[in-house]
């Protein structure tokens, strides 16, 4: 627990109700949606605007108090688990869309805003924000911004970063900064606004965002393609790409996925199949009636047993709906579910799955594979229970293999759920030492006392503090 002065400080700041001890409060935001990481906070803080957040950040760097900025808690890698204690920074006063710019085609939003509600904001003026998690009905945009998250969408649109043109930083000083702004050009001194995005909450604390938009498309199709042949699926993404279409997403689920989804949504999704695409395109009608064409008669040629276009809209949205469900059907199954995003170029998506299957057989385990195969992320999904440690121990091994798999062809260890305290130990496998150690100095320049979400990304510069249980 803070001690009184302290926490008389932070309630004269935000309000006797907008500050939080119970037991019962610091349990609600000890862990986030990542298995196997819990520590307990000693207070939970909701500032009300960026004044406030200001002055809780310069009491906290004053007295090496460790703040970890939080939205709704959906993130995978154990981004926002407080595991040193200290304050968890909530910002679910930050939930207002504060100006949609139609002339320069951006949006001005606080970071507590839930991504599914701007992009409705958005698409009422006609209007395309394309970043869309499969968490969209509940993550938040800050959120989104601090881990630089993906969406089925990223494969012809990109991510976040691609459309986050300025930001408002609260600085581990207290100083608040803007960068960027509405300009579609601007060259002035290093890019800190990318710098920010993806920085996993370790740099500084977002309280604005503007953001890109674009025109909403003509149209759409999507397409539901059945293979009794994995590695088949896995071919045809391939041969989409290199025959330059870029669908707006390209979807693989396999069969064991496709099961529990198809018994948790219930839209009438073949089960007797080995995987299954899921592909929407969108733009002119013409064009998307040509790639529909062409996307068809290259997955027959690549051993596809069905092609069916989806009938009505309504029809569409279920594939897609259910899509975004796979994570929750899947948690059904046993007690917990540990989801992967390790990411390869898409000409390598065929091996890697293969890897997979091979790697979960090898090491016994049950491994369900879905994601977005089009840009190569795909998501390895382990049912397990955490109480037998046996069976995690050989979890944790087949993630690894998985890891190092991805790295051998060229991918990387994470393409959208962030580092954050789960992946530490696999970072260098990636950037390497130099990499590290560049990074790591990036970090002591913003945030010399490592007030700022410790124990994510670099475990070596948490050495002082006491580490907690996982």
Known sequence: ????????????IVGHEN??????????????????????????????NKQEVAEIVMLCNQHNIPIVPRGSGTNLSAGTTPLYGGIVLLMKHFNKILEIDEENLTVRTQPGVVTQTLIEAIEDKGFFYPPDPSSMKISQIG?????????????KYGVTRDYVMGLEVVLPNGEII????????????YDLTR?????????????????????????KQTMLVLY?????????????????????????????????????????????????????QDGPKTVVEHDMIKIANICKENEAVEVTLAKSNEEAEALTTARRAALSALARLRPTTILEDATVPRSEIAKMVSAIEEIAERNQ??????????????????LTDIRDKEEMARVEKAFEEIFHKAIE??????????????????????????????????????????????????????????VVQK
Do not use: W
């Open 195 to 219: 710098l920010f995005v993806g920085s996993e909450g370790t740099l500084g604390i977002v309280t604005e965002a503007t953001l890109k938009l674009i025109p909403k498309p003509e149209t």
């Open 1 to 12: 627990m803070l001690e009184e002065h302290l926490k008389k400080v932070l309630q004269s």
């Open 365 to 382: 385990v049950t491994i369900c594979t879905f994601g977005h195969a089009g840009d190569g992320n795909l998501h390895p999904t382990c």
């Open 178 to 189: 803007k960068t960027g702004g509405k300009l579609a050009k601007d060259v002035a001194g």
């Open 409 to 466: 062809l060229g991918g990387t260890i994470t393409g959208e759920h962030g580092v954050g305290a789960m992946k530490l130990p696999y970072l260098h496998l990636k950037v390497g030492k130099a990499g590290l150690d560049l990074m790591r100095n990036i970090k002591l320049a913003f945030d010399p006392n490592n007030i700022m979400n410790p124990g994510k990304v670099f475990a070596e510069l948490d050495k002082k503090r006491v």
């Open 143 to 155: 959120g989104n911004i601090n881990e630089n998250s993906g969406g089925l969408r990223g494969l």
């Open 19 to 48: 500050y939080q001890d119970s037991k019962t409060s610091l349990l609600s935001y000890s862990y986030d949606a990542t298995p196997g990481f819990q520590s307990f906070p000693d207070a939970v803080v909701s500032p009300r």
């Open 228 to 280: 009794q042949n994995l590695d088949a699926a896995a071919r045809s993404v391939s041969a989409i790409i290199a025959n330059r279409i870029i669908p707006a997403t390209l979807e693989f689920l396999d069969q064991p996925t496709l099961r529990a989804v198809e018994d948790f949504a219930q839209i009438g999704l073949p089960t007797n199949v080995k995987a299954v695409l899921i592909i929407e």
